[in-house]
């Protein structure tokens, strides 16, 4: 609690859908560093409620950075300056006094705001249901331990599973391309030998469902594995790529 | 404090159902003998599943996959976002994998046994029979488990344990669990046998003739009300946490679902046992919004100490020295020293009393007196940085992130002796043991909703160990409710699918709405946050981790305060057309009060102490929590009496012990 700054927020202010946005600037004093960026906003809603004014939306919910409800796109990035973390585990000591922070939500066709900085992500869950499981059902499975799967396969299936969602890749990317998203999901299945009996089937269902919701195409630039704050690595579009070749090359 | 007299009348019977037989063959006798739907049937049937945590999503996969229509629910953007997904160290099963002399019965008493004998035999039985199952059923998903260089899964050890049973993938399995259930649940959505509602919020349940029927659900996002029918009603909303405001849960965890239940005659049990986790971040200013979880993992390598010199604590506290100043022979580590067989490893509620005994004596270690260090040093002496950065590196990350301090880096040498950074933890409140009132089938005593997860009460008894919640969670999702709930649906084949064009429905409806419009017309001075912040410390402070008569009457007249201040002076801003999340956080807040209400009130009832409800009154010479097993062998379980500003009335259920010799809990020796 030793330092505070003063800061100004400009901040992404929409009241639908459908309503024109704009940027609303707001000052805050006396902000302790040790704050997170996401209770600093809880402070700036305090003082608007009081003033009798709207709140401002925007998602978060577990604030440990793994729920990937928190999204903001701040001074140009996705999740704020640091890397390898969501906006929920910013911390104010990144920023200094009399800094002027801007805010904005994901900005993607894919994405549409619903209000202020909040966005509707419904199209990953769409992605996810065209073929991100493996078909299975409850109760059928044999004993965990019947298929040796090797640590390193396993150990790089567990990062690309990593991935939580957010969109951050997404609002990076210049052409609003899901690759990043989609290949991690593809990856840990391709990575594991219970993936594999339906992979083919898959990264063709997965892409396909990609494309039809309006997310855009890879041009290989990085920006989405730069700043995912999972740190999900560009080798996963490179598997990507060479599965849906594969699966394309055989049908 | 008349009005807080608590009423217990004559003593209706409650029916667990808990089938015949020795404790080992219960659940397969269950199985051979209850009533099954038949496929063609299922499809008669519409069954509402309210969150997609663990146990909500691997339900609604599980009944979709079956062949029931299935309605499911979530107050977030996506399923995959539930709070299971933050539950770091890992999945208990009895695998005996590692050789070490594990087995079902060794699960089933150490649960029991961690618990501190207040759980229900059978259901704890059934869990570790049917834990074996979830590790085969996420494996075959693709949840990419550790695994050793042979290539098999790999263990650990987790706390009141002595064995390694623990299964994990890195320190995010809640993670890993959570979306192997969610990647299920999209695939029934692909198939069109679970309908997935995301934004919304449960408001009300409704009843027909005496049987949960629907619901009434807010679109978070057009504000509107809206109505669902089903044949049978399943909530799955996790536990009351947030009741404390400040606890590891997420933001948007709370305990409407579970109070709408409870006003519709649903018993809530055994609401005082709260588990505080011994390893989370210390808190820091009152801007906080929630406290931090560092994973019970690093228990395995983490030793826990605080200064054994008082004048040590003093200058820790007024920051003019280090943790790593202070040598090895001038450091308690008081777990190691009160417990030698558990060491590090006590239960949850252990470790979190003799935190609080060390900083109550004031030998806390930072600036506010409520920290104690958790320390690597030997650890990282022992196997190097390089191995134990590999466990528990992304948690040293998180914690440098937020603290600014990285618990590997080298700090000191001192007599040839190196000292790296410790942690700085102090407990806080975690899970919920307690909650809505379940038979063994997951019925609660309202006919046709079932509760499932954190959100009953069932498994866990007075604490929780580590690594049992996502046990628990999948195991009422996936392998116990599809099963028992057939045994309730079975007669139900012949009741068509409903319409919501009811009488019953309109009048919840109205209910709602009333509700919702009064908390917009209050038009007072103070803010949602104001108030339920006001409300969590009042828990914390006599509602906490030692609790006395007078600290919990004190507690129950300070809410009743509060609750008047919500309902005169609450203020929230917009209006109830489209999103307005000031008013949803108001909603919540007012089942909050009546369940800090409902904790105080099962706090004070219960005089004795036993796993997370710790009565100052009653504890051993040495500060152990003293049970009191002849007036207190049961659960509580309290019955709404049709107002929140009436005391509720308690119905107890007796335990009965078959396989397991009840006796002192002793981590000692």
């Keep these: ?49 009081e003033k009798g004014e709207e709140p401002i939306a925007f998602d978060h919910d577990c604030r440990e950075g793994i729920c990937g409800m928190c999204s903001l796109y701040i001074n140009g990035h996705p999740h704020g300056p640091a890397t390898g973390a969501t906006t929920c ?145 560009l080798s996963n579009i490179a598997r990507l790529n060479r599965e849906f070749i594969g699966a394309k090359c055989s049908d | 404090m008349e009005e807080n007299k608590i009423n217990t009348p004559a003593q209706p019977v409650i029916d667990s159902k808990i089938p015949e037989g020795p404790v080992a063959e219960k659940w397969t006798n269950y199985k051979a003998h209850q009533k099954l739907v038949n496929p063609a049937n299922k499809r008669r049937l519409d069954i509402i599943v309210v969150g997609t945590g663990l146990a909500g999503a691997s339900a609604a996969a599980t009944l979709g996959e079956m062949g029931f229509n299935v309605l499911n629910f979530c107050i977030q953007d996506s399923p995959r976002r539930a709070h299971s997904i933050a539950a770091q160290g890992g999945i208990n099963a009895a695998k005996n ?61 987790f706390g ?94 709370n305990c409407s679902a579970a109070m709408a239940a409870y006003r519709q005659g649903a ?66 580590y008081y ?54 950065r590999q466990r528990y590196g992304n948690l040293f990350d998180m914690y440098e992130e937020i603290t600014d301090v990285n618990p590997g880096e080298l700090a000191n040498e001192i007599n040839g002796e190196k000292y790296y950074n410790p942690m700085m933890i102090y407990p806080a409140i975690h899970y919920t043991m307690g909650g809505i009132w379940v038979d063994y089938e997951l019925q609660t005593s309202v006919k046709g909703l079932f509760a499932i997860g954190e959100c009953n009460f069932s498994d866990h008894g007075a604490n929780r160990l580590g690594a049992s919640a996502l046990m628990q969670g999948l195991a009422d999702g996936y392998f116990v409710l599809p099963y028992t709930i057939q045994n309730y649906l079975s007669d139900q084949i012949t009741v068509p699918h409903f319409t919501t064009d009811t009488p019953e429905f309109d009048e919840a409806e109205k209910r709602v709405q009333a509700n919702l419009d009064h908390l917009m017309s209050i038009k007072g001075n103070r803010s949602v946050d104001s108030i339920h912040k006001e409300l969590g410390n009042i828990m914390w402070d006599y509602v906490g981790m030692g609790r006395t008569k007078q600290s919990l009457e004190t507690a129950l007249e300070k809410i009743k305060e509060l609750r008047k201040e919500f309902e005169t002076n609450l203020f929230v801003p917009g209006d109830q057309d489209g999103m307005n999340i000031e008013l949803d956080k108001a909603f919540r807040l007012r089942d909050f009060i009546t369940m800090g209400e409902l904790i105080a009130y099962d706090a004070l ?57 009840v006796q002192t809990r002793n981590y000692k020796n």
């Design chain 2, 160 to 253: 009141g344990a002595q064995v390694s049973r623990t299964f994990y993938a890195k320190g995010q399995t809640g993670q890993q669990l959570l979306l192997g259930a969610y990647s299920s649940l999209n695939r029934q959505i692909q198939m069109g046998k679970v309908k997935s509602y995301n934004r919304y919020e449960m408001h009300d349940i409704v009843m027909i003739d005496g049987r949960a029927r629907g619901i009434i659900a807010k679109n978070l996002v057009t504000g509107k009300l809206e109505r669902f029918a089903a044949h049978a009603v399943v909530i799955a909303t996790g536990g009351y946490g947030n009741t404390y405001f400040l606890s590891t849960n997420a933001m948007a965890c």
């Design chain 2, 267 to 332: 018993y809530f049990a055994n609401p005082a046992y709260v588990q505080i986790h011994p390893t989370c971040i210390p808190r820091h200013g009152d801007k906080q919004s929630k406290l931090t979880l560092m994973s019970e993992s690093l228990r395995n390598d983490g030793r826990i100490w605080v200064p054994k010199d008082i004048e040590d604590a003093k200058k820790l506290q007024a920051g003019e020295i280090k943790g790593s100043d202070i040598p090895e022979e001038n450091r308690d």
């Design chain 1, 89 to 233: 585990q910013l911390y104010m000591r990144r920023f200094h006094d009399g800094e002027t922070i801007t805010v904005e939500p994901w900005r993607s066709a894919a994405f549409p705001v619903i209000k202020d900085l909040m966005v509707d992500r419904n199209a990953f869950d769409k992605i996810q249901q065209a073929g991100g499981y493996v078909s299975f059902a409850t109760g059928g499975a044999q004993d965990a331990n019947a298929i040796p799967i090797s640590k390193v396969a396993a150990d790089e299936a567990m990062d690309s599973a990593s991935c939580i969602g957010c969109g951050a890749c997404v609002a990076a990317c210049k052409n609003g391309s899901a690759m990043l998203f989609v290949s991690a999901k593809v990856s840990q299945f391709a990575l594991l030998p219970q993936g594999k009996v339906e992979a083919k089937r898959r990264v063709k269902a997965m892409l396909a469902k990609m494309d039809e919701l309006g997310f855009g195409n890879c041009t290989n630039t990085g920006a989405c594995a730069a700043e995912c704050p999972k740190n999900i690595k």
């Design chain 2, 605 to 661: 009832n219960r005089e004795e102490s036993c796993g997370g409800h710790f009565r100052e009154e009653h504890q051993t010479e040495e500060g152990e929590a003293k049970r009191d097993d002849e007036n207190f062998f049961y659960v509580s379980c309290w019955k709404y009496n049709g107002d929140d500003e009436k005391a509720p009335t308690l119905i107890k259920e007796p335990l009965h012990y078959e396989a397991i010799k």
């Design chain 2, 97 to 157: 994998y590692q050789n070490d002399g594990d087995s079902v019965y060794r699960l089933f008493y150490d649960t029991v046994k961690g618990g501190d004998y207040r759980a229900r035999e059978a259901n704890v039985y059934r869990l570790a029979e049917v834990s074996n199952n979830i590790i085969d059923q996420c494996v075959a998903q693709g949840v990419p488990f550790a695994r050793e260089y042979g290539g098999l899964l790999a263990n650990r050890s």
């Design chain 2, 335 to 388: 777990l190691e020293r009160r417990y030698p067989a558990f060491g590090n490893l006590v239960p949850r509620d252990v470790a979190s009393r003799a935190a609080k005994e060390r900083c109550d004596k004031g030998y806390g270690v930072n600036n506010t007196g409520q920290a104690v260090f958790l320390d690597f040093s030997e650890a990282i002496n022992r196997l190097g940085i390089d191995v134990v």
């Design chain 1, 1 to 49: 609690m030793d330092n505070a700054i003063n800061i100004k927020l400009r901040i992404w202010r929409q009241a639908g859908p459908k309503e024109k946005g704009g940027f609303v600037t707001y000052e805050l004093q006396d902000i302790p560093t040790d704050t997170s960026f996401l209770e600093t906003l809880d402070i700036l809603n305090e003082q608007l409620v």
